[in-house]
């Protein structure tokens, strides 16, 4: 019995380049769809924070109504803050500017920082442009407040809470692009 011999035996053993490459493509995808995920988009972040921020102030509101207490919140570049004066019969005339304290509640009301570079722009009483540092948006326990308008930026991107006079408060995101 004559023994065959037979050439060597291909493609048992390892991949081909091909293999290799199409392996290589597939990972470079998954990483680029993992990385756009994870980066941050500048304007869901201004979007999110400006949500935050309004669901705060309708929850100062309501707690004005309830509390029969006068709330007020104030700005300024990467901070905010809530404060509440006393009931005016406990206050002594020609002090509402000096009663205001820091909210009680240190949890729910507690000062914040902006996140990132998000800051308060703007803040507008009554369509009037404040002073941040001197003027506070009030809430009143009769649920009437001055209209309002905080314009938060983070670069060019804009976007604008309102309040009306009868306390409804509402994230303007502006045209898309801004």
Do not use: C
Request: net charge neutral; proline share 7%.
């Amino acid at each position: 019995m004559d023994a065959v011999k037979h050439g060597p035996v291909r493609g048992e053993s390892g991949f081909t380049l091909i293999e290799m490459l199409v392996v290589l493509v597939i990972i470079g995808i998954v990483v680029a769809m993992i990385g756009v995920n994870l980066a941050p988009d500048p304007r869901q972040a201004l979007e999110t924070e400006a949500q935050r921020l309004a669901l705060l102030l309708q929850q100062a509101r309501d707690e004005a109504m309830t509390s029969g207490t006068r709330i007020a919140f104030s700005a300024e570049k990467q901070e905010y803050r809530f404060w509440q004066a006393p009931s005016r019969s406990t206050e002594k005339p020609g002090d509402a500017a000096k009663t205001w304290q820091a909210h009680p509640d240190r949890e729910l009301y507690k000062p914040r920082s902006l996140a990132g570079s998000i800051r308060v722009d703007e803040m507008r009483i009554n369509q009037q442009p404040v002073d941040m540092h001197l003027q506070k948006i009030v809430f009143t326990p009769s649920g009437m407040t001055l209209p309002f308008r905080v314009t938060l930026s983070d670069g060019v991107l804009r976007v604008a809470i309102s309040g009306n006079a009868i306390g409804e408060i509402e994230v303007d995101k502006g045209p898309p692009g801004s």
